[in-house]
């Protein structure tokens, strides 16, 4: 799968990265909102720093500081979610939710493109794993009707999805399957970027009751560093009797915590920021679709285009890099075989970026 380990990559300001010691217009990787370089959120983690970088214990033993707990409030009240619990790594969120929920349920329903983490949460739960076609309501539906008379299901999916944005249908998935099914989204690239106010899926799908469960990431949108599970009361107090991955392991470093309390402020703050990430998302996406270059306008901040011959890639290459542009190629689970380009739209890009982004794709 991985041909190569990657070229190294320095950040530079807020659209830009240093690559083979020259400056490129930057439409990689997560950081959607650049909050990473905000102002105000890096001088909060310079803050935090002064007071220590962590507390070097598992919240379990003597690992329980006070700022822990009130960015898990800020976070669930954010999110509007009854509670929450932040774990090292979003990776490390699905994990400790599979552990705290194993024998909570008989199936689990998984779409067929579900990111990794979803799945090593999946086969932790002791139950069946049934996929069903990527993002099809009907093909859902079907997996549904097929399990047995009492069986207790959990539906697992990605809020939009990390590689072209596609966001599944959840309101219709939730209609279809009725109230007894359970949801888990993986909503790590939909929190900040997805609703009016950044909460995710479950704002953007106008609400989807009880019995979700939403992992985010605070290493993507939120611009710092760790995961959280956003879940009931129960739930999260089961993860922490149940999760060996929560017990055995740190909470996030305390200046990063910091750093992605800021962020939630920002975002209340700055819901211009969401709204801008969300227009020039689409206003790149749509010109490549009157192009021809993308099938769809998804309403996630990147896109992949796959190149259709090794000779048409290095000309895409070619061109980006004549334009100034990083040529954000990756080879990752999802991409076709020979790999395909990447690229996430910013909240920061200047109009003047975006253009020359869709022209160098154009040719
Ligand atoms: C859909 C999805 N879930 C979970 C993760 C893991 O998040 P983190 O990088 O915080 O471990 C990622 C990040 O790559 C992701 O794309």
Redesign the pocket.
């Known amino acids: 799968m991985h041909t190569s380990i990657p070229a190294t990559l320095a950040v530079e300001g807020q659209t830009r990265v240093v690559h083979r010691g020259r400056s490129l217009i930057y439409f990689g990787g ?1 950081d959607y909102l650049r909050l990473s370089v905000h102002p105000a959120v890096t001088a909060a983690a310079g803050d935090a720093t002064a007071r220590g970088l962590g507390v070097a214990a598992s919240r379990l033993t003597t690992g329980n500081d006070p700022s822990l707990v009130t960015c898990e409030r800020e976070l669930a009240r954010f999110f509007q979610a009854e509670a929450c619990v932040l774990t090292a ?6 994990l400790a939710l599979g552990q705290a929920l194993a024998g909570r349920f008989t199936h689990v329903l998984i779409d067929e493109r ?5 799945r090593d949460a999946a086969a932790m739960m002791g139950a069946t794993v049934r996929e069903f076609r990527h993002v099809d309501a009907d093909g859902l539906e079907k997996v549904f009707l097929e399990l047995p008379s009492g069986a207790k299901a959990v539906v697992m999916t ?1 809020g ?3 590689l072209d944005g596609v966001v599944p249908p959840l309101a219709e998935y939730r209609s279809r399957l009725g109230p007894e099914v359970e949801w888990w989204i ?1 909503d ?2 939909a929190a900040g970027t997805l609703g009016q106010r950044g909460r995710g899926s479950i704002e953007y799908h106008g609400g989807l009751g009880k019995g979700v469960y939403q ?1 985010i ?4 949108a939120l611009g710092s ?3 959280a599970v956003l879940a009931d009361r129960q739930t999260i107090r089961e993860l922490w009797r149940k999760s060996r991955s929560f017990a055995g392991s740190s909470p996030p470093p305390l200046p990063l915590v910091a750093a992605a309390r800021q962020s939630l402020r920002v975002l209340a703050a700055e819901p211009e920021r969401i709204k801008r990430l969300q227009e020039n998302g689409l206003w790149v996406k749509r010109r490549l679709h009157e192009a021809g270059i993308l099938d769809v306008v998804s309403p996630g901040p990147m896109f992949l285009v796959t190149p259709k011959s090794a000779s048409e890639r290095h000309r895409v290459r070619r061109r980006l890099l004549a334009s100034g542009i990083y040529p954000s190629f990756i080879h990752y689970p999802g991409t076709a075989e020979g790999g395909a380009w990447r690229f996430a739209i910013s909240s920061e890009h200047r109009p003047v970026e975006l253009a020359l982004l869709v022209q160098a794709l154009k040719g």
Do not use: E, Q
Not at 217 to 220: D, E, R, V
């Open positions: 997560c790594t979003g990776y490390m969120a699905n579900a990111h990794v983490s979803l990605d939009m999805f990390p993986d790590c690239h992992i990431t605070l290493s993507k560093f760790g995961g």
